[in-house]
């Protein structure tokens, strides 16, 4: 079956950066459109950077210019960059793509990483 699986995640002081991974695995034809997304406590999960098969990228504004995704299809990965991080970034990080597979595009969720910025 398809699986996301992030890394990467822990404390980073403010001011800090980070990486987040995200690899899927499975028996897929594409990985599609990828996303990460984020949940902080009490929050509501929100999209934090978008990327499409043909590496076209978008941002919520909150992290615009201090995040970057990317990705890798031949080693199925997705990466999320970050610098200058704030309190205000800490979440679980969750990784999101439409995969296809012989049964069509579905989405698949990954089980997130814990990101927290703190000293």
């Known amino acids: 079956q398809v699986q996301l699986v992030e890394s990467g995640g822990g404390l980073v002081q403010p001011g800090g950066s980070l990486t987040l991974s995200c690899k899927v695995s499975?028996?897929?034809?594409?990985?599609?459109?990828m996303a990460w997304h984020r949940q902080a406590p009490g929050k509501q999960r929100e999209l934090v950077a978008h990327?499409?098969?043909?590496?076209?990228?978008n941002y919520a504004t909150s992290v615009q210019g201090r995040f970057t995704i990317s990705r890798d299809d031949a080693q199925r990965t997705v990466t999320l960059q970050g610098h200058s991080l704030n309190p205000e970034d800490s979440a679980i990080y969750y990784c999101h793509g439409d995969i296809l597979t012989d049964s069509g595009a579905t989405g698949y969720w990954g089980q997130g990483t814990q990101v927290t910025v703190g000293s």
């Open positions: 990327i499409t098969t043909g590496g076209k990228t």
């Open positions: 499975g028996s897929i034809i594409d990985m599609g459109n």
